[in-house]
């Protein structure tokens, strides 16, 4: 794997100004500057002309970076309060109301935030919104289940398929919620939905006594760029993933918090820069 820096390359859509945070979790247009008919048009080919003009070892992408829609979980987060919750509540499965652990479900807003974020993306593909190269996907249901309701119908097949990475998960560990199913769960239920190679069939990183610390969910977030620089030829990339973790991508990114709603959406243009 090589070994890059990665860096925000900023002036392209409205969240890259993070004193700003008066847009929308899914702005208009993805929160892309550019209003014009030919806005994605334009905005890949200053990509390609980044990609065509700068040195070796050097590269650009997209990235949308997609946070769940509402879960279980979050609802009890909210009637609980953040405290009484990571004390307590979170530690259970559920309070006789709510089920939320392990590894909740999307509520109906949840559902309805992914299929807005699925208008979206069906509004600007018709103004020439190219195709992800590759969709990634944290391995929790609520994750899963955004990734497959917005992608379903548009790029989701036999031939494109989402690859889901225990990098890419929630925080690790104490709290239920953040405990994932089996791999033959996510292999029966989400179709064309591959786990990568190495994920086990119990969830062998989640223990109830140790929750990761912020520096170590950015080490696997920094992994993950590293894999896709690597791996993927694409120019726009898709994670669907959590709060937390795309916090985390921030971080390794050198630029501060998204702070994303459930069922918000982070678009990025990524320089990747090999040492």
């Known amino acids: 794997m090589g070994n890059y820096t990665f860096e925000v390359v900023p002036g392209f859509f409205i969240q890259d100004d993070p004193s700003s945070q008066s847009f929308a979790p899914v702005p208009p247009r993805f929160g ?7 806005r994605w048009i334009n905005l890949f080919g200053q ?7 700068t040195g070796h070892g050097t590269s650009y992408k997209l990235f949308f970076f997609a946070r769940h829609g509402e879960g279980y979980h979050n609802v009890a987060e909210a009637k609980y309060g953040t405290q009484a919750w990571d004390d307590y509540w979170s530690k259970l499965n559920g309070d006789g109301e709510l089920v939320w652990g392990p590894d909740p479900e999307l509520t109906p807003l949840g559902i309805s935030q992914a299929e807005e974020v699925r208008d979206v993306l069906e509004e600007e593909l018709a103004a020439k919104l190219h195709l992800p190269s590759k969709l990634y996907s944290s391995p929790f249901t609520r994750a899963l289940n955004t990734c497959q309701i917005q992608w379903e119908n548009i790029l989701i097949s036999d031939t494109n398929t989402v690859s889901v990475l225990e990098d890419c998960r929630e925080t690790i560990g104490v709290h239920t919620c953040d405990k994932r199913r089996t791999r033959s769960y996510i292999e029966s239920r989400f179709e064309g939905f591959i786990p990568e190679p190495s994920m086990t069939e119990e969830d062998e990183l989640w223990t109830p006594d140790y929750r990761e610390t912020h520096n ?8 993950v760029l590293h894999q896709v620089f690597d791996e993927e030829p694409g120019n726009f990339i898709s994670v669907t993933a959590h709060g937390g973790v795309i916090n985390a991508f921030m971080a390794s990114l050198g630029r501060s918090d998204a702070n994303l709603p459930t069922g918000g959406l982070m678009p990025v243009v990524v320089k990747a820069t090999r040492l």
């Open 32 to 38: 892309l500057i550019d209003a014009s008919p030919q």
């Open 47 to 53: 990509i390609r002309k980044l990609n065509l003009s």
């Open 216 to 223: 170590e969910i950015v080490t696997r977030t920094t992994r």
